[in-house]
């Protein structure tokens, strides 16, 4: 069983920046693949980021391409989350997810991707 702990949401102006952080349990972290998905009021759950085991390959929605940064500490088990820019439309909870190792069939895209789920974080952009 793994356990995510979400951090660092808030409140945040247009133009703010934020940066999350999700602590993992597992003694293997450096294999886990890790997401960052978003659920904004009345929305489905969608992909913010996610990054590989190493740290080398990373994938970002359109939305948020150029805007946030996904990263990841194996020392610490934490992935981390920089968002820049902020914009109102980023207003949503954020949810840090995991599976475990890396499979070429799976679509990390989607929520299904993966197996463990943290509890979330609030993260209100106003204007």
């Known amino acids: 069983q793994v356990q ?4 660092g949401g808030g409140l945040v102006q247009v133009g703010g920046s934020l940066r999350l952080s999700c602590a993992a349990s ?42 946030f940064t996904i990263s990841r ?4 088990n934490t992935v981390y989350l920089q968002m820049n ?3 109102p439309e980023d207003t949503a909870v954020y949810y840090c997810a995991a599976d475990l190792q890396y499979r070429w069939y799976k679509k990390y895209g989607v929520p299904s991707g993966y197996d463990y789920w ?3 974080t609030q993260v ?4």
């Open 4 to 7: 995510l702990v979400e951090s």
């Open 26 to 67: 597992g003694r293997t972290f450096s294999t886990y693949v890790m997401g960052w998905f978003r659920r904004a009021p009345g929305k489905e759950r969608e992909l913010a980021a996610f990054i590989r085991g190493s740290g080398s390959s990373t994938y970002y929605a359109d939305s948020v391409k150029g805007r």
């Open 73 to 76: 500490d194996n020392a610490k």
């Open 85 to 87: 820019s902020l914009r």
């Open 118 to 120: 943290g509890q979330g």
């Open 124 to 127: 209100t952009v106003s204007s």
